[in-house]
């Protein structure tokens, strides 16, 4: 991934800067990246790029190479591509830096480079403040933003089991990143540091989003909701615990109220561990009625090491 990304920043570079349109055989013996040795396999690359430049909003266009049209090469107007200086003020560029560098992907931050692009970075102390982690190997991310762009279809193993899915989209939740993707007819979503062995298929353009798909909207308002199981849990809150309860349940949960003011819950949990670790927070004033087999995990979670 990381070669397609350097290609890609070698062609756009090229085709800004070259001032005219120029023909695909001329890419190839100019731009950095492209050494196949066959013409198929150029052709095969640079569709690819192609491709990937158009789903990522760039105007990539064809145009006649000389007055004569007989020939047409690509070109990228910079007036159609670059953006305007935005004028930001020493105190917006020293908010963006302090941003930039309270927030890491994969134990890595932001490139000192990306904010001199903007004017620079007002003085700053050189040590590192705190600062958040987004999680997650970068490389799996990388490789996981180029499927959900390009629309290629991904297979990864996911709790043993192998899965085929549309990548619809990546969100980050509560410190860690989460796929929302297509399996079969249904939604799912997977957290990214669980998923192994992920390989993308070559096919682009694979499958169509759902109209007006979202990702932040595809994910589960409660954290047990994200994942791939299918467990109804029945949870009796007491009385004393069943407001707090309420606040946290998601709006569709199906609830039961008793006269004494305890509350019964059905849930729907996907993800058992993240159910167990926000149930026991609850420590004796919730009942895990059923199913027999999560109720024996979360008492197997409290007890601990034998």
């Known amino acids: 991934m990381h070669r397609v990304i350097e290609r890609i920043i070698n062609l756009l570079a090229f085709l800004l800067t070259v001032g005219r349109p120029v023909t695909a055989d001329e890419i190839r013996h100019t731009v950095a990246g492209y050494d196949e040795k066959s013409d198929e396999a150029f052709r095969r690359t640079f569709e690819r790029d192609k491709d990937l430049i158009r789903g990522l909003g760039v105007p990539l266009r064809l145009a006649f190479t000389d007055r004569f049209e007989v020939e047409k090469g690509y070109a990228i107007r910079p007036e159609e591509y670059a953006l305007p200086d935005p004028g930001l003020t020493d105190e ?98 997977f957290r990214v540091d669980r998923i192994a062995d992920l390989e993308v298929e070559e096919e682009p353009a694979a499958f169509e989003r759902p109209p007006g798909f979202r990702a932040a909207d595809g994910f589960p308002e409660a954290p047990w909701e994200a994942g ?4 109804e849990a029945v949870v009796r809150f007491d009385a ?12 569709d949960t ?53």
């Open 228 to 231: 791939v199981d299918e467990i």
């Open 92 to 189: 917006e560029r020293a908010a963006l830096w302090l941003a930039a560098r309270m927030a890491r992907l994969g134990g890595d931050g932001v490139a000192p480079s990306a904010i001199f692009k903007l004017g620079g970075a007002a003085a700053t102390s050189t040590g590192d403040p705190l600062s958040a982690d987004l999680g997650a190997d970068a490389t799996v991310l990388e490789a996981l933003f180029g499927a959900v762009v390009e629309r290629r279809r991904v297979r990864f193993r996911y709790r043993e089991r192998e899965r085929r899915a549309a990548p619809y989209g990546l969100v980050h939740r509560r410190g860690h990143w989460y796929l929302v993707a297509g399996v079969g007819k249904e939604n799912r979503t």
């Open 254 to 306: 199906p609830v039961t109220e008793h006269p004494d003011g305890a509350i019964t819950a059905r849930m729907r949990v996907a993800s058992p561990e993240a159910f167990i670790g926000w149930l026991i927070g609850f420590e004796d004033g919730a009942v895990l009625e059923s199913p027999a087999e999560l109720r024996s995990r979360f008492v197997e979670h409290v007890r601990g090491p034998s």
């Open 240 to 251: 004393a615990t069943a407001w707090w309860a309420h606040r946290q349940l998601g709006a």
